[in-house]
């Protein structure tokens, strides 16, 4: 079962914040029939009968709009119908909250490759720690990616990679055939297309590929025969059809393809690369003048029908269009059509040439050039890029760079007539191309005076929290300068911060008495009382102030909060909207209102209103590292990290950036990326500390004892901390799974420095040895002599648990209700114990609150799902696995709880799939030994 008792603190802050909050999403218990229709579209989508579940699914959003595993599993549809635009269009409604990261992660990589999105497939799937089935699909799909972008090795590496995790899969050996083709190695390709097919499934793409070697050896019969067998096994498998209607035409079989081609348009009215073929057949019969008249006229017309998200969907859609239009000297529909195109598959020489001669065409030598100019640098030494490159130079009468385009294609190809002819073209032409020159500013430090000097140590002072130093440097400027307002308000401040609350009150008196205009001393004042839980004195205050200063935009940003403490969201929103009017350009006001715009759900307004400032403050780091944040709460990884290091060129601390920047591709799932910034951090400073812990969880995370144990010895050297340092030890030992030198090195840091990491270390290591009764003395020393504490408690009564001490363990969950409340943890963890108690009704009652309170954790869901099952409400059981599967995709444990639910239900197939799962997978769970015995039991 899975259990509770490994959580970090943080996380028990949100469990006891949770328990308080009404959670709206109804799912077990809300609709019996979408439960029904839910296991019908399952049932279909897994037999491929994709209009059947569609049917369902909609059903279901229809009573439930939010019903996220119908959600999710109505992307699967359209992943599998190859309709890119629509499993994106779904993944967004998605709430990622509740689904499983790395599951959602491989949908939209999948969603972008169909779209031929390829650099953001590139971008979600670099090297990271996912799943093993998921991220064996992330390389394929990586790998086909890098095809895309023609980066065949990088690829190639990626397919590999691939198939070390899974030798069977047939799309990882697919790509690897694509790549021999790539590089005309045929035989090659035809052994990896030859074991694919050894499988006891092979699938329709397999023998496209294979159909399309042999036609590529001019063996177009024995093509014939093999998409005849990808047509067998998947009849609506449209590629296989247009597939088998070209090789149908080109041997002369023009019924036979004309019947596939009617096939595919009965299914896409207005398909264009069926429509193409249809007027290819259509020509057929004509003379050579019509042919061509007749072709354009009705592949133009059939382009002109097709749906914009359709075209969006399937972009060499764009690529045949700008084709015929460039063919037929439609320049402006081809320009559009190519530029469409290339915003998919920007690295396509083809239609890269293509566009550039239109461009040339009309007279837009500067579009072609930048177009060609990135062509050169992805393809080298291609005569074609290199001459339309001379004719963009020519074009824009720069002979020297025409010159040496036009020469360099004459050295590849001396006797190039036309080559020799544009040389000559720019030879009779004149004029330079000159480059500017940016000059750099130099900024020099100014002479400060002594006071200055101590304000900035001030500054320094009261960043550090070391306020009494701080009120020492500002007393003995008020020595010598006793009237000044600004001084008092200072010191007021600090008083504040140090806990003098008097004598902070006095000074800001003192301030507002030496100059009744400081507004800052009168928010301060207000601040107090707001502080003391009096917030309508502070409004009464402030509006008090506000005749006095009408337009003060701080006084305002005040009122706001004073609002906001009597939960008067609507005026306090109102007031922050006056002053950020009123104040465009002090981030104080632009931070106040961005945060309250983010508080009340409009992330999107927040960021436009912090980058507008951003765009008239460049060097203001505080508003850069504000865009982060924004992104990275809305999931945009890439646009915070490209925020951090814009920040980068305007701090001196620039490890903390690089730490900032790598936590945030770590989010991303970016490790290869994460790494490289903690390096830099390192470089950056030898001696900051989070670079090194950062880069060591990830290497432990990648098993790699030598240089995670170089790691901490530096960490040690750094710290001058033996006990971390044998924590970290003992956390890189539970992760090798060598339990016994974890707890080794959690005992030693008890004994050096006692902490609390060290004990759970200590309870988890003993734990995963089975030995959990071992760690019960030190778990009831470390609470004696540390007093009450969460989740060591829970750590005992869970070690009572794995001992069979289920009296004592109930009790200790008994008292934890009794002292900490109904925390969902408490309630789930003590549902299981009383479940092996024999209290099946008291059990059900408990794991049904804790899910009332938190309906989105596993764990409790799943507890609730098997009680339920056990208890004989199979239908009931069967919705909460479902749920609890969308967001831990690959969850061995529920894996078997549904499959021994399915079994129940003698739906054995289905069971055995996932019991299979379940037993194959690495992760290890308590009962992982009835998996097994479950699934030899159906096997045989």
Not at 232 to 248: D, F, G, N, Q, W
Not at 495 to 514: C, M, P, V
Not at 683 to 697: I, K, T
Not at 803 to 832: C, F, M, R, T, V
């Amino acid at each position: 079962m899975k259990w509770l008792s490994n959580i970090k603190g943080s996380s028990l802050g949100t469990l006891a914040c949770v328990s308080v909050l009404c959670w709206t999403m109804q799912f077990a218990y809300a609709n019996e029939t979408i439960n029904q229709y839910y296991e019908q579209a399952l049932i279909a989508f897994e037999q491929q009968d994709n209009g059947t579940a569609l049917v369902h699914l909609k059903n279901i959003l229809q009573q439930d709009d939010k019903h996220v595993p119908a959600r999710v599993l109505l992307t699967q549809v359209y992943l599998q119908q190859g309709n890119g635009v629509a499993a994106e269009v779904e993944l967004n409604r998605v709430d990622s909250d509740l689904v499983d990261d790395d599951h959602i992660i491989s949908l939209f990589a999948h969603a972008y490759l169909l779209q031929k999105q390829y650099r953001k497939v590139i971008e979600i799937t670099e090297s990271s720690v996912f799943q093993r089935s998921i991220e064996r699909d992330l390389k394929i799909f990586r790998g086909q990616a890098l095809i895309g972008v023609h980066q065949y090795r990088a690829a190639d590496i990626a397919f590999k990679q691939a198939l070390a995790i899974d030798s069977q899969s047939q799309l990882a050996l697919l790509g690897r055939a694509q790549i021999a083709l790539q590089n005309k190695r045929v035989d090659l390709a035809l052994n990896f297309v030859e074991q694919a097919l050894s499988s006891d499934a092979p699938l329709a793409n397999s023998w496209i590929l294979k159909a399309k070697i042999l036609q590529h050896q001019q063996q177009p019969n024995q093509a014939l025969m093999a998409i005849n067998q990808a047509v067998a096994i998947s009849p609506e498998h449209l590629s296989a059809r247009l597939t088998r209607a070209m090789l149908l035409i080109n041997l002369k079989q023009h019924n036979k393809a004309e019947q596939d081609i009617e096939y595919i348009l009965a299914k896409i009215p207005n398909e264009p690369r069926a429509g193409y073929l249809k007027a290819i057949l259509l020509a057929t019969q004509m003379q050579e003048q019509q042919l061509s008249q007749t072709a354009i006229t009705q592949v133009m017309v059939t382009l002109a029908g097709v749906p914009d998200d359709v075209m969006k969907n399937t972009p060499d859609y764009y690529y045949l269009a700008g084709q015929v239009s460039y063919q037929f000297g439609r320049l402006d529909d081809a320009r559009h059509y190519l530029t469409k195109f290339l915003s998919y598959a920007e690295l396509e020489v083809n239609a890269v040439l293509m566009l550039a001669s239109v461009e040339l065409m009309q007279q837009q030598a500067e579009t072609a050039r930048s177009l060609l100019i990135k062509a050169n640098i992805n393809q080298p030494n291609d005569i074609r890029i290199l001459s339309l490159l001379g004719l963009a130079y020519l074009q824009q009468k720069n002979t020297d760079k025409a010159e040496y385009y036009f020469k360099q294609v004459l050295t590849m190809n001396p006797e190039s007539s036309q080559g020799l002819t544009n040389l000559a073209k720019s030879n009779i032409q004149s004029g330079d191309y000159h480059g500017a020159i940016k000059a750099l500013l130099s900024i020099k430090d100014d002479t400060v005076s002594a006071t200055q000097v101590k304000l900035l140590l001030v500054d320094s002072y009261q960043q550090s929290k070391q306020y009494l130093d701080a009120i020492k440097v500002m007393e003995s400027l008020l020595r010598e300068f006793p009237e000044n307002s600004y001084y008092y308000q200072r010191i007021g401040v600090l008083y504040g911060h140090n806990k003098q609350l008097e004598l902070a009150r006095s000074a800001f008196d003192t301030a507002i008495s030496l100059d009744d205009s400081n507004v800052l001393a009168m928010i301060h004042l207000a601040r107090m009382d707001n502080i003391s839980g009096n917030p309508a004195k502070a409004l009464a205050f402030l509006q008090d102030k506000l005749k006095q200063f009408p337009k003060n935009s701080l006084i305002m940003a005040e009122v706001s909060d004073a609002y906001l403490l009597n939960n008067d969201h609507k005026n306090s929103m109102l007031w922050l909207k006056k002053a950020y009017a009123l104040d465009k350009n002090s981030f104080f006001i632009v931070e106040k209102y961005a945060k309250a715009l983010a508080r009340e759900g409009e992330l999107a307004q927040a960021l436009l209103v912090t980058e507008a400032f951003v765009s008239s403050h460049s060097k203001h780091v505080a508003s850069r590292l504000l865009v982060a944040k924004f992104y990275q709460t809305n999931k945009q990884y890439q646009q915070a990290a490209d925020s951090l290091k814009d920040v980068l060129d305007h701090v001196a601390n620039k490890a903390g950036i690089y730490v900032q920047i790598a936590r945030v591709q770590l989010q991303a799932k970016n490790n290869t990326a994460a790494i490289s910034s903690f390096k830099k951090a390192m470089v950056a400073n030898e001696q900051y500390l989070p670079a090194y812990l950062g880069l060591l969880d990830i290497i432990m995370l990648q098993q790699d004892e030598k240089y995670a144990l170089q790691l901490i010895a530096t960490i040690k050297d750094i710290s001058k901390d033996e006990g971390l340092a044998e924590v970290l030890q003992g956390k890189l030992y539970y992760q090798l799974h060598n339990y016994d030198l974890a707890e080794q090195h959690y005992l030693k840091a008890l004994t050096i420095e006692p902490s609390k990491v060290a004990i759970l270390g200590v309870y988890k290591s003993f734990k995963k040895q089975k030995q959990a009764n071992k760690a019960i003395t030190y778990l009831v020393s470390w609470l004696k002599a540390h007093g009450d504490d969460l989740q060591v408690s829970i750590a005992l009564a869970d070690c009572y648990r794995q001992s069979q001490q289920l009296q004592k363990s109930g009790q200790a969950y008994q008292q934890l209700l009794a002292d900490y409340g109904e925390l969902p943890i408490l309630l789930n963890n003590y549902a299981n114990v009383l479940y092996e108690l024999d209290e099946a009704d008291l059990a059900l009652h408990h794991a049904r609150k804790a899910y009332s309170y938190l309906k989105n954790n596993v764990a409790i869901i799943d507890t609730l799902g098997w009680i339920e099952s056990r208890m004989g409400n199979k239908e009931v059981a069967l919705a909460l696995f479902r749920q609890a599967l969308t967001k831990d995709f690959d969850n061995a444990e529920v894996q078997y709880h549904l499959g021994a639910t399915l079994y129940d239900l003698e739906r054995h197939n289905e069971a055995q799939k996932y019991l299979k799962k379940s037993v194959n997978s690495r992760q290890d769970f308590s009962e992982k030994h009835k998996a097994k015995a479950l699934l030899a039991r159906i096997q045989s």
